[in-house]
């Protein structure tokens, strides 16, 4: 029971939610950068929140299923067409065997995610199958998906890989072959990702302050700033007026995270994303908050962003309704399919 | 010595700080709290990072009660603290002996470092072998000791323009530092030797050969031994 690659598309990786408890080894989290598209898509394909899928950089892949799947594509907006028919995201689909999905171009937002009933079935390393495209190691080889890859799905329900999350996952998830249509068929139901993701860019990126800070104290937030074509899984470079430390002394080494805002000495800031290393010698001028990770992440090159520095309470806060959202969709979820 | 300051890290990890310098009593400071909050097994420990002088504590927040979590951790990283401070001595730590064919091919910086250090070759190897290192913390790549301990007088440059390709197990010194790259990649830092011993294989367990606190003695051996030892690691 496999995923054939037809073609890689630009750079689609295997990645579950991260790879954490090795930070201390050198060993970065890596993971899904939408992390919040990333559940709702394993939601959406009746899998725990933390299974394997396919995450798709920009330009996607050709892929062909061996067996009939349930899928769900979810992130940014691509164009899909599963056997010529097109194929909308935010919804559970049914794909039939031998089905050839095409995965075009992102339209908007950077990042898509295809979830599979059952997830991808690689070899974990260091507890997870994300693929570390610095270290290599992951996913498949450590490396993009490329044309002739084969990729193992699940034929059997791993009953009792459900633990760690709010979702009960029913091993009927996996849809019966006997009972799937031979065209592709998607949900009449579907979901909206806003205001966890909004690709329109209304909202600031929000930040709480970092240890160094700049000239005036308020330059990083009043500026808009591009997503430079040099950005990648392991961080965000940015163009904008470049930013003045109070303190230019060198700094000693210290840990790092996803969000975290460096600024080298050029003054145009780095954000790091998922595949962040761990320890890091720039100065830190402020740390973007866990539930704006998945916004971040969804950004290209070209497009600009504002920050705005919140508190701790307010991060918190917001983080507590993206989880609160994520529960009440994984409801909504499982109660659509008791009806349908 | 005085007590860490604690910052946040985010919203989702806090950062303890022992001042701004590479020292070896702080360092062994970080790697003991480490240790005693791994022990601790608190249900929200997702990451414990030693750096120089620095801890970051990653959690979970989504465990935590109060309207800010880094609170309870912060109280409670507080009160191990507390404790640590009426333990005296220092804590174990292991001693790894890595084996170092310097200089030659193995080592092509060699030379340079030398007399950039007006020392000779052989003079550079018994300096850099003598010391008993720390490891001061992992990272940069999965496994990259940065160790404490390097004789000043071997402290050089970095290379103007890094190597694209560094080999895998490559001993060099960068300013006043000291490690080895345990994976092919790119790296600036001044190449004077090479282990065949492999540091990093995220197949194995524990993944790492060195560890954040090990000690580390670096044990000259020649292009013969390297070449037999390197055919038992592979």
Redesign the interface.
Known sequence: MTLEVLAGGLQTTVQDLGRFGYRHLGVGVAGALDGYSARVGNLLAGNPENFAMLEIALHGPRLRFHRAARIAITGAELDAQADGIAVAGWRQVDLPAGCELVLGPCRRGARAYLAIAGGIQVTPVLGSASTDLRAAFGGVSGRCLVAGDLLPLADTSPVGAADQTFVCWKPAAIPNPATLPTLPTPAPWWLNPEPDLDFKHHTPIRLLPGRDAVVPATALCSDAYRVSAHSNRQGLRLQGPPLTLVDRRERLSEPVAPGTVQLPPDGQPIVLLGEAQTIGGYPRIGHVIAADLPRLAQLRPGDTLHFEMIDAPTAHALACAQRQRLTRMALAIEQRRRES | MSAPTI???????L?L?WG???DIAVNRRVHAL?GRLRAAAAPWL???????????V?FD??TLPG????AVVAECVSAILAGEERRSGATPSRLVEIAVCYGGDHGPDLDDVASACRLSAAQVVERHSRPEYLVA????????P?LLGLDAELAVPRLATPRVCVPAGSVGIGGAQTGVYP?AGPGGWRLIGRTPQCL?D??RA???QV??GDRVRFVPIDAAQFQALHERET
């Open positions: 910052e946040r890290l985010g919203d989702q990890a950062l700080r701004d310098s590479a480490a997702v990451d414990c990072v030693p750096a120089y002088a620095s801890l970051a990653f927040s989504a309207e800010d979590p880094m913390m992992l990272g940069f790549s999965p496994g990259f940065y994976n990093f995220a197949r524990p993944p790492a560890m954040p």
